[in-house]
């Protein structure tokens, strides 16, 4: 396998949360800081994916700006992968807090071989490709989707070798606890002593 860099994204604004996620405050550190400790052990590097001008929320780890406004974790994925050279990427989201190294040591391992693109299903069936190895055979992809104004990850899906691990692939995590993320202040409470 390449290289791998790990990639915090922490470029959204959170509308729905009233404040951008990565800064927020979880067990005395900031939601992008949590997801960059649980990336780091794996990785040849970490850094934090961040809107353009703002201000980074992990500082310990260097920030890359989307090169444009508004275009999703797709614009942050784009921008890593145009500063990491050939390195494939360990994507975690900030807002998924239960992540953590040992749940992305199991994804890793279960990724070898083949796919562009490696990531959970909850049990109900849900993908969960924020919390992926995105290889680096999936970048024109996500560019040409960036081209066409398509957002949406799940957009680059059908043009992507796209391998979708299963739950029994990680039989000692409650896939619904580890792949709970936040999107309202009241999801945080079920995160606090995690």
């Not at 360990?90 to 083949?114: I, K």
């Not at 693109?117 to 849900?126: E, W």
């Not at 960036?146 to 409650?174: G, I, M, S, T, W």
């Amino acid at each position: 396998m390449a290289q791998t860099i790990g990639v915090v994204l922490a470029g959204g604004e959170g509308r729905r949360f009233g404040e951008p996620k990565g800064d927020i405050v979880l067990g005395g550190s900031t939601l992008a800081e949590r997801a960059a400790r649980a990336l780091k052990p794996l990785c040849g590097g970490v850094i934090v994916s961040i809107a353009k001008g703002s201000a980074n929320p992990a500082p310990g780890c260097p920030p890359v700006e989307d090169q444009g406004p508004r275009r999703g974790p797709l614009g942050g994925i784009a921008a890593a992968f145009a500063s990491t050279g050939q390195a494939d990427l360990l994507v975690l989201a900030c807002d998924y807090p239960a992540v953590g190294t040992s749940f992305l040591r199991s994804l890793v391992a279960a990724a070898e071989g083949a796919g562009d693109l490696v990531f959970p299903v909850d049990a109900a069936g849900r993908d969960h490709p924020l919390v992926a190895l995105w290889r680096r055979a999936a970048e024109p992809v996500v560019l040409a989707a960036l081209l066409e104004k398509a957002y949406k990850v799940q957009a680059v899906l059908p043009d992507l070798e796209v391998r979708r691990l299963p739950a029994q692939v990680f039989p000692n995590f409650n896939l619904k606890t580890v792949l709970a993320n936040v999107n309202w202040p009241e999801d945080l409470d079920a995160f606090r002593g995690v």
